[in-house]
T-cell receptor, first 109, second 112 residues
């Protein structure tokens, strides 16, 4: 089966760093996606981790531990425009991608 | 410009009517997907297609139907059998069925 857990809401201050955690249980796991979704809009791709470790892309970094079924998205130098939902999604068996409920991040001044 | 389009952005229908949502992509992607998003819930997979003339049910296929007659197009029909059709519907495509998915802008369907 597929199960993905991530916090529903987080609040952080502009300029700070925030870490959004995600745990997953996915049969036939292939990799872990992170997407950003602003309210009323479509999700946009942020990162895809297949191997263990940290991948950095500008202000955003994503980490994966396959043995622990754990990932996190790290956002540095937060900006007001980073206020959005962040979706964790696992690619698994039967060639499907399963999405978590998303973490709604609010960046405050 | 390559991309994935959905139309219309907002759609209203009376209860008991079937309605078809459009999804077109010019990215030359083989795989296409339909998701439904409700408040407080993640994206839930309705149907997906890995190749023309073939598609599979997702987690919540009941009350929906699809076709994949062309690589570029993957329309979704919401039938009167779907008990709670009001939702935000998202179409996506990817090069491979386990790859990064590109999403269309979505259609917000309201059934009155």
């Amino acid at each position: 089966g597929q199960n993905i857990d991530q916090p529903t809401e987080m609040t952080a201050t502009e300029g700070a760093i925030v870490q959004i955690n995600c745990t997953y249980q996915t049969s036939g796991f292939n990799g872990l996606f992170w997407y950003q979704q602003h309210a009323g809009e479509a999700p946009t791709f942020l990162s895809y981790n297949v191997l263990d470790g940290l991948e950095e892309k500008g202000r955003f970094s994503s980490f994966l531990s396959r043995s622990k079924g754990y990932s996190y998205l790290l956002l540095k130098e937060l900006q007001m425009k980073d206020s959005a939902s962040y979706l964790c999604a696992a690619s698994g068996g039967y060639q499907k991608v399963t999405f978590g409920i998303g973490t709604k991040l609010q960046v405050i001044p | 410009d390559g991309g994935i389009t959905q139309s219309p952005k907002y759609l209203f229908r009376k209860e008991g009517q079937n309605v078809t949502l459009s999804c077109e992509q010019n990215l030359n992607h083989d795989a296409m997907y339909w998701y439904r998003q409700d408040p407080g819930q993640g994206l839930r997979l309705i149907y997906y297609s890995q190749i023309v003339n073939d598609f599979q049910k997702g987690d919540i296929a009941e009350g929906y139907s699809v076709s994949r007659e062309k690589k570029e197009s993957f329309p979704l029909t919401v039938t009167s059998a779907q008990k709670n059709p009001t939702a935000f519907y998202l179409c996506a495509s990817s090069i491979k069925s386990r790859g990064e998915q590109f999403f269309g802008p979505g259609t917000r369907l309201t059934v009155l």
